[in-house]
Each structure stands twice: as C-alpha cells, then as structure tokens.
C-alpha cells in the first residue's frame, strides 16, 4: 500500500502571501490529521477531517483552514502569512480517526516563510 | 492538555538500555508512541489502550498505569538505529496531543 503523500515538499513564501498544502492519505483511509512542528513548539495538532467534515481543531488562528475533499484528499490553506508560521507541516491519516487507531505520517511540507 | 514527558534527552553507548515516561493530567484512553529521525516523518511504534498492557515491537516494549495516567517506553539493549526523538501522543476527540519529544542518542 503506498503512504500518505504530501506536496509540494518545500516552499518558500514571502510575509503576507497564502500558501496551499496538500495531503493523500493511505487509500481506504478517511481521517486526515494536520499537525505543525516547529523546533520551539514541537507538534501541534492543527485540524481533523473525515468524512469532509472538520471534527476537532487546535488552537491556531482562524488564518489556518483546511478542507477534506470526497476520495479523503485533503488540503489545508494559510493566508496572511507571517514569519512564525515557517515550520514542518505534517498530515497523517488514519481509517477512522478513533484512539485505538494507528496515524500514519507523511513526509511532510517545509514552508520558510521570508 | 499536552502530556509530560521526561527526560529531555538522554545520552546511551549501544547495548545500554534507557526509559522514557509520558504522564498525563487527563485521564488516558490510549497512548500512541512515535519515532523521528531527524528530517524525516514520525514512525509508528506501537499503541496502548487502556487496560495496562504492555507492547513490544523488538527490544523497545512500553506499559500503561491508567491509575498513575502515565506510560513509559524501555528501550533495551540500544542499536544505533534506537537514536532519534521519542514522542508519546495522547488520544482524545480524534486528536493526537503530543509531548515535547525525548531525544536519545546511541553511540557506538
């Protein structure tokens, strides 16, 4: 079975432009997880989708948004930019997103925001 | 809530075993144990759900005290292959929360 996929892999952006990832989860897998890493605040958990629907979100501004589409591809969407948002963004999947379930990570997108 | 963990880091020479704890203010439904090596996506170690049991997966096993709501990893007999950062995750609300990660170094 092929992982989770994400693209681009890296990105370099300027200080008020917006920025699009996207994800691929394992297929059969309906539950996306987003997660930011940085060196300072380790990973944080952005959003879940399954099924499109937005089950849980983390604590980051309403500037970070994301989407699930039908076949579970998901993309999250950053506008405005700012410095402090260069970070690893990782998104995992998972079949149904329950606890007992194991997430699968991609490699992940670097953004450097300048 | 993010969990705890501890120690920070920690320093092993190949063969020398090491713990890892992960405690929580909340109680735990299931704990998720990760591997990352540097520059490169987390790696599923293994689950536990409630219960108490202990996992294994090779020589690195884990346990679950729900009364202590704490997990701890044992890595034993360290491989060169056991460095990286050791992140433990909380599950709840279909959300992952993780602690700040334990970085272990093996020198041969």
């Known amino acids: 079975k092929a992982g989770v996929t994400q693209t681009p892999r890296y990105l370099i952006k300027t200080r008020g432009q917006q920025v699009t990832l996207s994800c691929s989860p394992i297929s059969g897998h309906r539950s996306v997880s987003w997660y930011q890493q940085t060196p300072g605040q380790g990973l944080q958990f952005l959003f879940e989708?399954?099924?499109?629907?937005?089950?849980n979100k983390g604590n980051f501004p309403g500037r970070f948004s994301g989407r699930q589409f039908s076949n579970s591809r998901s993309e999250m969407n950053v506008s405005t930019l700012e410095l402090g948002d260069s970070a690893l963004y990782l998104c995992?999947?998972?079949?149904?997103?329950?606890?007992?379930?194991?997430?699968?990570f991609g490699p992940g997108t670097r953004l450097l925001v300048l | 809530q993010q969990p705890v963990q501890s120690p920070q880091a920690v320093i092993l020479r190949e063969g020398e075993d090491a713990v890892i704890n992960c405690s929580s203010s909340k109680a735990l439904y299931s704990v998720h144990w990760y591997r990352q090596k540097h520059g490169e996506a987390p790696i599923f170690l293994m689950i536990?759900?409630?219960?108490?049991e202990q996992k294994g997966h090779d020589k690195i096993s884990a346990s679950f005290n729900e009364k202590k709501q704490q997990s701890s990893l044992y890595l034993t007999a360290s491989q060169l292959s056991y460095s990286g950062t050791y992140f433990c995750g909380l599950s709840n609300d279909y959300k992952l929360s993780f602690g700040a990660g334990t970085t272990v170094t093996v020198r041969a």
């Open positions: 995992a999947s998972s079949g149904t997103g329950f606890s007992q379930e194991t997430q699968y």
């Open positions: 536990l759900l409630k219960g108490g």
């Open positions: 989708y399954f099924s499109e629907t937005q089950r």
